[in-house]
């Protein structure tokens, strides 16, 4: 492993593989709408001298036509489909494992690893970081990102971080940042999201939203590449807070005396105002960071947005291009895989970065809740 010392050279950080884990099984707006209608319906059926009294309100019924125009959502993948579409369940069935086995998120992001790991030809004992960067960790402790370095044979160090939605973007920056610096050589920064673990499925305003995926990216010294890279000209991370995405479940739980799974235990959001706050604050931190590195909105060939509502990202490209984005510019994977939390820009990427020549530009975004935001300036090498 290289020493970070003052008198090193900088070098520049490239990414040289990229991955996308995705489930086997998926669920269509259709499947979910009549899984949720039914649930609704026997709770109403169980509920109706409450609600003949006034007592408690009428469940509301799901539609997949307000899904697909709210959103633009038309399915999602998920680990586990059956848990998820069962009205007496409404969670995906994720069995507990022997501590012996490795852990699903670990499993996921090997399969991520891979694919980035041959694609910039290089094997795990190749890499000395790993981040498994995400916003929900299926334990506390050991990390899962040194469970994932132990099975790939990786070298040097490994550790968790969660940035919510944006947590890829601040792990790139935090990866990029020692390829800089020559602390270290190669890092994978890979994003295991099982949403489906803590979606509320039961609640018609969000039960559409998310998916399960697993992405991962290889960041190396670019001088080091051996194949097709996108450089990594400059990241910018932002953050300021705000309760209107929030998730009360933590290990203090026990300690509160509330061991019932409450409706905060799981994601919550005031949809309307997440929607009208990240709006501008994505758009001026896009177009701040693009002004200080000297990029004109002409300059961009592509914008891999987060992936959480087609009306968010056509607004957010319109103002960071001057204009509406032409067919390809701005590539939306949301409606196969929904919001995948921080995995969406880098499916986005992933799937949509193959056909770029040398010297094309392009940015990716991520946004979400803390709020935080981050971006990434990229270059094809
Ligand atoms: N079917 C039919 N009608 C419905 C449904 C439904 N399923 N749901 C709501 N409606 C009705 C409402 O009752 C309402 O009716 P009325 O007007 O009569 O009151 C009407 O539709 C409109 O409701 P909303 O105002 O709630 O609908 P919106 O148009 O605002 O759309 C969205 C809702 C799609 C949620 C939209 O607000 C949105 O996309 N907001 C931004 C969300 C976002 O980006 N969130 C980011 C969070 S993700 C993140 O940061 C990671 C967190 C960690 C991951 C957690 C993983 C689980």
């Not at 209107?244 to 409450?262: K, P, S, Y």
């Amino acid at each position: 492993m290289l020493a970070a010392t003052q008198e090193e050279t900088m070098f520049r950080p490239a990414i040289t593989g990229h991955g996308v884990f995705t489930p086997s099984e998926s669920i269509t707006n259709d499947e979910l709408v009549a899984a949720f209608n039914a649930y609704a319906d026997m709770w109403n059926e169980r509920h109706a001298e409450d609600i003949a009294s006034g007592e408690v309100q009428a469940m509301d019924r799901s539609t997949s036509d307000f899904i697909f125009s709210a959103s633009g959502i038309e399915r999602r993948y998920v680990l586990d489909k059956s848990g998820v579409l069962d009205p007496e369940r409404m969670f995906p069935h994720l069995p507990a494992r022997p501590d012996e086995a490795p852990s699903i998120m670990a499993e996921m992001a090997v399969d991520a690893c891979g694919k980035a790991l041959d694609m910039a030809g290089r094997a795990g004992a190749d890499v000395d970081l790993v981040i498994c960067a995400a916003s929900n960790h299926e334990r506390a402790y050991p990390a899962i990102a040194i469970e994932i370095q132990q099975l790939l044979g990786a070298q040097g160090f490994a550790f968790d971080m969660n940035v919510a939605c944006s947590s890829a973007t601040f792990g790139m920056q935090a990866a990029a940042d020692m390829i800089r610096s020559g602390s270290v050589r190669r890092a994978l920064v890979v994003n295991p999201e099982i949403c489906s673990g803590h979606l509320e499925w039961r609640d018609r305003d969000c039960h559409f939203i998310f998916g399960d995926v697993c992405t991962a990216v290889l960041i190396e010294n670019a001088e080091e590449a051996q194949g097709a890279r996108f450089d990594i000209v400059s990241t910018r991370c932002a953050t300021q807070f705000s309760n209107n995405i929030r998730n009360n479940n933590g290990f203090l739980r026990r300690t509160h005396d509330q061991m019932e799974d409450r409706r905060d235990m799981q994601f919550m959001q005031n949809g309307r105002k997440v929607f009208k706050e990240v709006l501008p604050m994505v758009s001026a931190h896009i177009l701040g960071h693009m002004q200080a590195e000297g990029w004109e909105a002409d300059d961009l060939k592509r914008l891999w947005l987060h992936q959480a509502n087609k009306t968010m990202n056509d607004f957010i490209g319109k103002k960071v291009l001057g204009r509406p984005p032409e067919e390809g510019e701005q590539p939306n994977i949301l409606q196969d895989y929904a919001n995948t939390s921080s995995a969406g820009s880098i499916i986005a990427f992933s799937k949509n970065s193959g056909d770029l020549s040398p010297g094309d530009r392009g940015v990716i975004c991520s946004f979400g809740a803390g709020y935080s935001v981050g971006s990434v300036l990229v270059e094809r090498g």
